[in-house]
């Protein structure tokens, strides 16, 4: 779910007027070996039920690394620094604060320079506009400026952006204290490690090889299981370990249903724990080289920045995850190297849904199937219709109560009887503009937010002639952010320079 090459030269393209497909490696405009490469049927098997293709034969055995170039190549990169002269078998024995520091502080580069790179291409730049405009961003509403329209680089109105770097940085911050802990017990003779990868060639070119099978394999099992296994309303005491798990831990990185790069790794530090065994797990119980645990670890880290973009074709290709985000019980794999999602009747075809809107999966599915509370979009979906002053003041009759709030207008008919502070008020402000009134009570108990809470789906229009400020959208949560982030990179600098 990486971007790659191909993901930047179409974008750039895109920027350029160019809308032809990019289906090359490189970006170029017909597969690597000539546009009819994947008609060439061969033979049907389990891994493609619908028939191989000479495209599958180098998907399965090349194209699934090549797909991943990135993320390769920071491994050998990181190799390279750290482990290729071999004098961290003695340095490593010990926790120092300068070789600890070190490999904190190449990981939280990484962070910075790869998210915030595709943040910006996809979200920051010119390019934003294009990729609306012409359908390829999957959920049009900007998620993190939804009025403006222009995101930020580190803040944003919604606080989601906030919230994104926070648990990002947590989560490359668990992995680099794992690569650490996995380089001190080799060091030290505790688990099986071998210096030389081309000792034993064959064994160590196959579990470089198997490294995308397993990763995706793994993923769909973690993730499965941070999911309801039965039903979503459960919890320990049901035995639904699934759902108990969702709702204390994974519904965290799905409150980015409308997902963006730095979603990908935005999760509780918990599921941070399970996600990374499957870099933590294998050198438990079998002896690998640095590069097979270097591999596994960044694949995690550097996949979900491209797979959570929220974009389609030519600038990403994870629309199935894109529906996971936005649907929940569906396409909780990848489809690679076998689509289990089939299998279990849980997968969802994102060009079959945007045309026709059917989610052809099982009874399951479609029971636990459910919309985000998105209360941004039912904001400016409301705003589309607009009335006046005077109109809003013929809605003031038992059974037909209207306010404005901030310029929204709020039909409070069903909750007048509801109201915690009792219907007078409610009454004498009817067909009237109430910003100031509800101001002066509720700034401080929870502001405009106490609208969704109690009265959901009841903003019906905004006011023509409104001059006012724009609604607060969400009473948003602070995270530290970049605040966070940034001390943490200073932090492990000042240990790498203590350290020389």
């Given at each position: 779910m990486?971007?790659?090459?191909?993901?930047?030269?179409g974008?750039?393209?895109?920027?350029?007027?160019?809308?032809?497909?990019?289906?090359?490696?490189f970006?170029?405009?017909?597969?690597?070996?000539?546009a009819?490469?994947?008609?060439w049927?061969?033979?049907?098997s389990?891994?493609?039920?619908?028939?191989?293709?000479m495209?599958?034969?180098?998907?399965?055995?090349?194209?699934?690394?090549?797909?991943h170039?990135?993320?390769?190549?920071?491994?050998l990169?990181?190799?390279?620094?750290?482990?290729?002269?071999?004098?961290w078998?003695?340095?490593?024995?010990?926790?120092?604060i300068?070789w600890?520091?070190?490999?904190?502080?190449?990981?939280?580069?990484?962070?910075?320079?790869?998210?915030n790179?595709?943040?910006?291409?996809?979200?920051?730049?010119?390019?934003?506009g294009?990729l609306?405009?012409?359908?390829?961003?999957?959920?049009?509403?900007n998620?993190?400026?939804?009025?403006?329209?222009?995101?930020?680089?580190?803040?944003?109105?919604?606080?989601?952006?906030?919230?994104?770097?926070t648990?990002?940085?947590?989560?490359?911050?668990?992995?680099?204290?794992?690569?650490?802990i996995?380089?001190?017990?080799?060091?030290?003779?505790?688990l099986?490690?071998?210096?030389?990868?081309?000792?034993y060639?064959?064994y160590?070119?196959?579990?470089?090889?198997?490294v995308?099978?397993?990763?995706?394999?793994?993923?769909?099992?973690?993730?499965?299981?941070?999911h309801?296994?039965?039903?979503?309303?459960?919890?320990?005491?049901?035995?639904?370990?699934?759902?108990?798990?969702?709702?204390?831990?994974?519904?965290?990185?799905?409150?980015?249903?409308?997902?963006g790069?730095?979603s990908?790794?935005?999760?509780?530090?918990?599921?941070?724990?399970?996600?990374?065994?499957?870099?933590?797990?294998?050198?438990?119980?079998?002896?690998?080289?640095?590069l097979?645990?270097?591999?596994?670890?960044?694949?995690?880290?550097?996949?979900?920045?491209?797979?959570?973009?929220?974009?389609?074709?030519?600038?990403?290709?994870?629309?199935?995850?894109?529906?996971?985000?936005?649907?929940?019980e569906?396409?909780y794999?990848?489809?690679?190297?076998?689509?289990?999602?089939?299998?279990?009747?849980?997968?969802?075809?994102w060009?079959?849904?945007?045309?026709?809107?059917?989610?052809?999966v099982?009874?399951?599915?479609?029971?636990q199937?459910?919309d985000?509370?998105?209360?941004?979009?039912s904001?400016?979906?409301?705003?589309?219709?607009?009335?006046?002053?005077?109109?809003?003041a013929?809605?003031?009759?038992?059974?037909?109560?209207?306010?404005?709030?901030?310029?929204q207008?709020?039909?409070?008919?069903?909750?007048?009887?509801?109201?915690?502070?009792?219907?007078?008020?409610?009454?004498?402000?009817?067909?009237?503009?109430?910003?100031q009134?509800?101001?002066?009570?509720?700034a401080?108990s929870?502001?405009?937010?106490?609208?969704s809470?109690?009265?959901?789906?009841?903003?019906?229009?905004?006011?023509?002639?409104?001059?006012?400020p724009?609604?607060?959208?969400?009473?948003?949560?602070?995270?530290?952010g970049?605040?966070?982030?940034?001390?943490?990179?200073a932090l492990?600098?000042?240990?790498?320079?203590?350290?020389?």
């Open positions: 990486t971007f790659g090459i191909r993901h930047v030269v974008g750039l393209a895109l920027r350029r007027g160019d809308t032809a497909q990019r289906q090359g490696f970006g170029t405009k017909q597969p690597l070996f000539g009819d490469w994947q008609q049927k061969l033979c049907s389990l891994l493609e039920p619908d028939g191989w293709t495209n599958d034969v180098w998907t399965y055995t090349w194209g699934a690394h090549a797909s170039a990135l993320d390769l190549g920071v491994t990169l990181c190799y390279w620094l750290f482990y290729s002269s071999g004098s078998l003695v340095e490593c024995r010990e926790w120092r300068g600890v520091s070190s490999i904190f502080l190449f990981n939280l580069a990484c962070e910075v320079i790869i998210c790179f595709w943040h910006y291409f996809n979200y920051v730049s010119d390019l934003y294009t609306v405009k012409r359908g390829i961003k999957h959920n049009p509403t998620q993190y400026e939804p009025q403006s329209d222009e995101a930020g680089m580190l803040t944003s109105s919604t606080g989601q952006l906030e919230r994104e770097i648990f990002t940085t947590l989560g490359w911050l668990q992995s680099a204290l794992w690569q650490c996995f380089t001190n017990l080799w060091a030290k003779g505790a099986p490690i071998y210096a030389n990868f081309f000792e060639p064959v160590s070119l196959f579990l470089m090889w198997f995308a099978y397993w990763r995706e394999i793994h993923f769909y099992c973690a993730h499965r299981g941070m309801p296994w039965w039903d979503r309303e459960n919890g320990l005491l049901s035995g639904d370990i699934g759902a108990f798990l969702y709702r204390h831990v994974h519904s965290l990185h799905h409150k980015s249903y409308n997902p790069p730095w990908g790794l935005s999760m509780h530090p918990v599921e941070h724990f399970f996600y990374y065994s499957c870099a933590t797990l294998p050198p438990l119980f079998i002896s690998v080289h640095p097979h645990f270097l591999y596994t670890k960044f694949h995690a880290d550097i996949a979900p920045i491209g797979g959570h973009s929220g974009m389609d074709e030519p600038v990403a290709g994870s629309d199935y995850h894109y529906l996971h985000h936005a649907k929940f569906c396409n794999g990848v489809p690679f190297p076998v689509n289990l999602d089939k299998i279990f009747g849980t997968w969802v075809d060009e079959i849904y945007k045309k026709t809107g059917e989610m052809n099982n009874a399951w599915s479609k029971q199937m459910h985000p509370d998105d209360k941004v979009t904001l400016l979906k409301a705003g589309q219709r607009q009335i006046s002053m005077e109109e809003l013929t809605h003031s009759k038992p059974g037909d109560y209207f306010i404005a709030l901030y310029g207008v709020i039909d409070i008919s069903n909750f007048i009887s509801k109201h915690p502070g009792g219907e007078k008020i409610l009454v004498a402000n009817a067909g009237k503009d109430a910003t009134k509800f101001e002066s009570i509720h401080g929870g502001g405009f937010d106490l609208v809470k109690w009265c959901p789906e009841s903003i019906v229009a905004s006011l023509s002639d409104w001059k006012g724009a609604p607060p959208l969400l009473a948003v949560r602070k995270y530290p970049s605040l966070m982030l940034w001390p943490a990179v492990f600098a000042a240990g790498v320079a203590s350290g020389l």
